[in-house]
């Protein structure tokens, strides 16, 4: 083989492998990344079916239930705006409690229930992710501008004599 033969083959060759490696790791990505939702786009079936994802908001208050087998636990997830309800079973973090920050990961069934592997909670007063952040700020300017178009907001008209 010519020189310039050898060269072309290592190339073609380091390239190949490359090709190789670069699937793999978008394989290994594929397979490994989870993406975070809220309620909302949950309800609107922006979330992935049949794959684990997060999902993040608050605890909705009084929605807490434990199990008879103090494992297993009930809680709704809301963003203001749409609720989701959880099932999870195993011991929750410390922080965990209604009406703070929680991300739980696992997979909505088809009764519309999520069934969580992780669930955690903030670990501190002014941590929340940007997202659920952003999701709860629009809910309650959807929820405000709602309100703000009702007929009970509007004054009353004088009554006819």
């Not at 290994?28 to 922006?46: D, G, H, I, K, W």
């Not at 494992?71 to 749409?82: A, Q």
């Not at 922080?95 to 909670?121: I, N, P, S, W, Y």
Request: net charge neutral; no cysteine.
């Amino acid at each position: 083989m010519k020189p310039r033969q050898k060269r072309f083959v290592f190339i073609a060759v380091a390239v190949a492998a490359l090709a190789v490696v670069v699937g793999l790791v978008l394989n290994a990505l594929e397979n490994n990344v989870s993406l975070y939702f809220t309620p909302t786009q949950v309800f609107n079936n922006e979330a992935p079916h049949g794959r684990s994802f997060r999902i993040g908001g608050l605890v909705q208050e009084g929605s807490v239930k434990r199990e008879a087998d103090g494992l297993t636990v009930n809680f709704v997830i809301t963003d203001k705006h749409k609720s989701i309800p959880v099932v999870y079973k195993g011991i929750l973090p410390d922080l965990f409690t209604e009406g703070k920050g929680v991300v739980a990961q696992g997979r909505v069934e088809a009764d519309g229930v999520m069934r969580a592997d992780e669930v955690l909670a903030k670990h501190d007063e002014n941590y929340m992710p940007p997202e659920a952040a952003d999701a709860l700020k629009k809910a309650e300017t959807a929820n405000a501008s709602a309100a703000a178009l009702t007929p009970a907001s509007a004054p009353a008209a004088p009554s006819p004599k």
